[in-house]
C-alpha cells in the first residue's frame, strides 16, 4: 500500500462542508447555540454602548459638570481631581515625598516582572519589609530635614498603598509566630495561639476599626494619644496576621515530618529547623494564599473610611458632594474599581511569576529533594 495513501493531503474546507458543519452543531446543541448567540448580542450591544460612553462622547477638558457632554463620561472630573484622589490634603510643596512613596511599589513589582532579573525574591521582600518605615520616615518628616506632615493630611491612593502594604508587612511574623504557636506541641501555647487567631478571625473588621479608634482612647490615660491612622493600622494588622496564621498553618501541614526528624539527626535546633528547612518549604506551598491575603488585604482598606480615614474611596466619595461635579458617581466609583483592580491584578501577576520561578527550581533538584519523606 502506498504511503501516500495512508496520509491525507491538508485540503481546505469548501464553504458548502463548513456550513454543513456549523448546522450539524447548531441541531445537535440548540440550546448553546441559543445561549452563545445570545451572549454574543449581548457583548456587541453593551460595548458599543460602553466604548461610546467611555472614550467617544466622554469628555477630557472641563471646569465643571455643565460644560461635560451629557452622552458620555465626564472625565474630566477625574482629570481635575486627580492629585487630589492620589494624595489627600499632603502639602502640594511636600508632594514630591508623596510621589516617592507612591511610586516605589509599582516599580518593585516591574522590576520583579523582569524577565531575566535573578534576585526577583530578595528585592520583593527586602523593599516591601523596608517600606513601611521607609514611608512613614518619609511621610512623616521632621527627620532628615524634611518638614513635618501630620498623619491627618495623608489620603487618596497614598493612604490606601501605605495602610495595605504596611499592614501586610507588620502582620505576616506575627502570623508565622501564631502558626507556630498554634501547631505546636506544648498545650498552654497551642491554646494562646488557637484562642488569638479565633477571636480576631471572628470579628467583623470594621467593628475592628470602631474598637481601635473610638472606643480604645477612652481607656487610655489622660494625655495619651495616638494618630487614628496608628490605631487604625494596629486593628488591620491583628486581623490579617489571625487569616495569615491560617494559610500559614496550612503550609507547615504540608511539609513531611521526615523534614523536622532530618534537621533534628542533623544537630539543627527548633528555631533553625523552622528558619532554614519546614518555613521556606511552607511558604512555598501556601504562596497562591499569601498573595491571596494580600490581595484580600488591599481591598479591606476600604473599610478604614468608617473610622474617618480618607482613602481612595472615601476620597472620591466625598469628591462627589462638590456642588460643581454632581452626579458623577459612576466615574469616580469606575475610576476606583479600575484602580484597585489594577493593584490586584500586578499582585497576581507576580504570583503567577514567582510560583513559575519556585517550580523551575524545584524540577532541577535533585530528585531525593523534590518530595520530601
Known amino acids: 500500500m502506498a504511503t501516500s495513501s495512508l496520509v491525507r493531503s491538508p485540503v481546505s474546507q469548501s464553504p458548502v462542508t463548513a456550513a454543513r458543519r456549523l448546522l450539524a452543531v447548531v441541531v445537535a446543541n440548540p440550546f448553546g447555540t441559543a445561549v452563545s448567540l445570545g451572549l454574543a448580542y449581548l457583548a456587541w450591544t453593551l460595548g458599543g454602548r460602553i466604548v461610546d460612553w467611555a472614550f467617544v462622547e466622554a469628555t477630557w477638558v472641563a471646569s465643571s459638570r455643565a460644560e461635560c457632554s451629557p452622552d458620555g463620561a465626564?472625565?474630566?472630573?477625574?482629570?481635575?481631581?486627580?492629585?487630589?484622589?492620589?494624595?489627600g490634603f499632603y502639602p502640594e510643596a511636600e508632594r514630591?515625598?508623596?510621589?516617592?512613596?507612591l511610586l516605589a511599589p509599582p516599580l518593585l513589582l516591574a522590576l520583579a516582572m523582569a524577565p531575566d532579573?535573578?534576585?526577583?525574591?530578595?528585592?520583593?521582600?527586602?523593599?516591601?519589609?523596608?517600606?513601611?518605615?521607609?514611608?512613614?520616615?518619609?511621610l512623616s518628616g521632621g527627620v532628615l530635614g524634611l518638614q513635618p506632615v501630620a498623619s491627618d493630611k495623608w489620603g487618596g491612593l497614598l493612604l490606601t498603598m501605605v495602610v495595605g502594604i504596611g499592614a501586610f508587612v507588620f502582620s505576616f511574623p506575627i502570623a508565622i509566630l501564631l502558626a507556630l504557636g498554634r501547631t505546636s506541641q506544648l498545650p498552654a501555647v497551642r491554646l494562646l495561639a488557637t484562642g488569638f487567631i479565633e477571636f480576631w478571625r471572628g470579628m467583623p473588621l470594621i467593628a475592628i476599626l470602631f474598637m481601635s479608634v473610638i472606643m480604645l482612647p477612652l481607656f487610655l490615660p489622660p494625655g495619651v494619644e495616638f494618630p487614628r491612622l496608628t490605631l487604625a493600622m494596629t486593628g488591620i494588622t491583628l486581623y490579617s496576621a489571625a487569616y495569615l496564621a491560617?494559610?500559614?498553618?496550612?503550609?507547615?501541614?504540608?511539609?513531611?515530618?521526615?523534614?523536622?526528624e532530618a534537621a533534628n539527626a542533623l544537630g539543627f535546633g527548633f528555631w533553625a529547623t523552622q528558619g532554614y528547612i519546614i518555613m521556606p518549604q511552607a511558604l512555598r506551598a501556601v504562596l497562591p494564599g499569601i498573595v491571596n491575603s494580600a490581595i484580600s488585604l488591599l481591598k479591606d482598606t476600604t473599610y478604614v473610611m468608617v473610622v474617618g480615614l480618607f482613602d481612595l474611596l472615601n476620597i472620591v466619595t466625598a469628591a462627589l458632594s462638590d456642588p460643581n461635579w454632581l452626579g458623577l458617581a459612576t466615574e469616580g466609583y469606575v475610576f476606583v474599581g479600575l484602580v484597585f483592580w489594577s493593584l490586584c491584578f500586578g499582585l497576581s501577576q507576580v504570583s503567577a511569576r514567582l510560583e513559575r520561578d519556585s517550580e523551575r527550581a524545584h524540577s532541577r533538584a535533585p530528585?531525593?529533594?523534590r518530595k520530601p519523606q
Open 74 to 87: 465626564c472625565w474630566a472630573f477625574i482629570v481635575n481631581r486627580l492629585p487630589q484622589f492620589a494624595f
Open 96 to 101: 514630591w515625598r508623596a510621589w516617592i512613596v
Open 117 to 138: 532579573f535573578k534576585g526577583r525574591r530578595k528585592v520583593l521582600i527586602g523593599g516591601f519589609c523596608l517600606y513601611p518605615v521607609a514611608a512613614f520616615v518619609m
Open 246 to 260: 491560617e494559610v500559614a498553618r496550612g503550609g507547615l501541614q504540608a511539609v513531611g515530618r521526615g523534614q523536622s
Open 367 to 369: 530528585s531525593g529533594e
